[in-house]
């Protein structure tokens, strides 16, 4: 079956760090650009960041750029994201999503962080 | 980057057609033909029902369809059913290589 299911959310103090795993299972991993997509609680989508398929480079938004790190292990099929110096308004579920050209076309389930002291 | 404008909400009755804009500038929607529909249901993940403007993917009914002129999207769903009820987002590609996405829309299906 073709998935992918993320994995490390949980609850964090602001100015904590935490790393989500997004594993990938059913295609071949390794030949797509990934991406990193949230949804604070009851608030719409919110694009995060996206990967190359070798994972030679990244792209962030403005307001993760500097404390997140998005990675791959294409041996592992497994993404991940680096979230360091956390804020309350980064409380969100997190989504990993396979990238086609110019959008998402499948989808985690998502994983909550939750921020807060 | 500014979020891209939808309504906040849409309604319509059964077997009527509804339609979603999505407007953005000439540095997303309007520079290109990158712009995607997503329908996401109360605790589930985004679903992608339109891609490259118009293109729908395998799977994904054929009432639902997409257009683009200048700056603006749109979204329409023909025959209306009660399975449509659902938040609808658009998604852009950007002149700075990143991805925005409207607020969504709520789509509610009298």
């Known amino acids: 079956e073709v998935q992918l299911v993320e994995s490390g959310g949980g609850l964090v103090q602001p100015g904590g760090s935490l790393r989500l795993s997004c594993a990938a299972s059913?295609?071949?991993?390794?030949?797509?650009?990934m991406h990193w997509v949230r949804q604070a609680p009851g608030k719409g989508l919110v694009w995060v960041s996206r990967i190359t398929n070798d994972g030679s480079n990244t792209i962030y938004a403005d307001s993760v750029t500097g404390r997140f790190t998005m990675s791959r292990d294409n041996a592992k099929n497994t993404l991940y994201v680096q979230m360091n110096s956390l804020r309350v308004e980064d409380t969100a579920v997190y989504y990993c999503a396979r990238a086609g050209k110019g959008h998402f076309d499948l989808w985690g389930r998502g994983t909550l962080v939750t921020v807060s002291s | 980057q500014s979020a891209l404008a939808q309504p906040a909400s849409v309604s319509g009755s059964p077997g009527q057609s509804i339609t979603i804009s999505c407007t953005g500038t000439t540095s997303d929607v309007g520079g290109y033909n990158y712009v995607s529909w997503y329908q996401q249901n109360p605790g589930k993940a985004p679903k992608l029902m339109i891609y490259?403007?118009?293109k729908r993917p395998s799977g994904v009914s054929d009432r639902f369809s997409g257009s683009k002129s200048g700056n603006t999207a749109s979204l329409t769903i023909s025959g209306l059913q009660a399975e449509d009820e659902a938040e609808y987002y658009c998604?852009?590609?950007?002149?700075?290589?990143?991805?925005?996405f409207g607020p969504g829309t709520k789509v509610t299906v009298l």
């Open positions: 059913g295609f071949t991993f390794s030949g797509f650009w």
């Open positions: 998604s852009s590609y950007t002149s700075s290589s990143r991805y925005v």
């Open positions: 490259d403007v118009s």
